[in-house]
T-cell receptor, first 115, second 115 residues
Framework: GNSVTQMEGPVTLSEEAFLTINCTYT??????LFWYVQYPGEGLQLLLK?????DKGSNKGFEATYRKETTSFHLEKGSVQVSDSAVYFC??????????????FGTGTRLTIIP | DAGVTQSPTHLIKTRGQQVTLRCSPK?????VSWYQQALGQGPQFIFQ???????QRGNFPDRFSGHQFPNYSSELNVNALLLGDSALYLC??????????????FGPGTRLTVL
């Protein structure tokens, strides 16, 4: 079946440090890949997505590239801010077909940025 | 443009009771999915509704049931509550089945505590 493996947390960084959160997946075909962010006490917000190999998703300074050869979708940011402190979830959705819409999530990575 | 809304925000029940959670999808969306997020875990897919029918179901017992109304809003019902049902319940909406929209948008969730 489909699965997502995320970098174990928690991750603690100083402000302006470089961030990488690793994500690898197992799926048949070409799934769509997503990063969602969850701030304390809130639901999930879509951060970025990529729908085919070599696509780069980007938003708010975060980037992730869909690597089919390594089945990875690592999240990166060049200079993190305190406001980036949250839990980050990598997720996949299988190749679209009728009745197969569900997202499969990783376990999440808690990120804390220290001023 | 209203996003996905859920009610109530918090709920406390005792074992054996029944609970109903509600969700209104984002404007223009007609597909609703429900997820359970246990503390410290990623969301797990419960089921999805489209055209007032359950289209896909995850590995959850029959105690979990749902409904979708003609206005696309949805309810999640859980019977015979167990302590292990304590979690954040997330609703996500999207536009149509696969091929129309690739992105699910999440509500803020309902925090259910079972005592």
């Amino acid at each position: 079946g489909n699965s997502v493996t995320q970098m174990e947390g928690p991750v603690t960084l100083s402000e302006e440090a470089f961030l990488t959160i690793n994500c690898t997946y197992t799926a048949t075909g070409y799934p769509s890949l997503f990063w969602y962010v969850q701030y304390p006490g809130e639901g999930l917000q879509l951060l970025l997505k990529a729908t085919k190999a070599d696509d780069k998703g980007s938003n708010k300074g975060f980037e992730a590239t869909y690597r089919k050869e390594t089945t990875s979708f690592h999240l990166e940011k060049g200079s993190v801010q305190v406001s980036d402190s949250a839990v980050y979830f990598c997720a996949l959705r299988p190749l679209p077909n009728f009745g197969n819409e569900k997202l499969t999530f990783g376990t999440g990575t808690r990120l804390t940025i220290i001023p | 443009d209203a996003g996905v809304t859920q009610s109530p925000t918090h709920l406390i029940k005792t074992r054996g009771q029944q609970v109903t959670l509600r969700c209104s999808p984002k404007s223009g969306h007609d597909t609703v999915s429900w997820y359970q997020q246990a503390l410290g875990q990623g969301p797990q897919f419960i089921f999805q509704y489209y055209e007032e029918e359950e289209r896909q179901r995850g590995n959850f017992p029959d105690r979990f049931s749902g409904h979708q109304f003609p206005n696309y809003s949805s309810e999640l019902n859980v019977n015979a509550l167990l302590l292990g049902d304590s979690a954040l319940y997330l609703c996500a909406s999207s536009a149509g089945l696969a091929g129309v929209s690739d992105t699910q948008y999440f509500g803020p969730g309902t925090r259910l505590t079972v005592l």
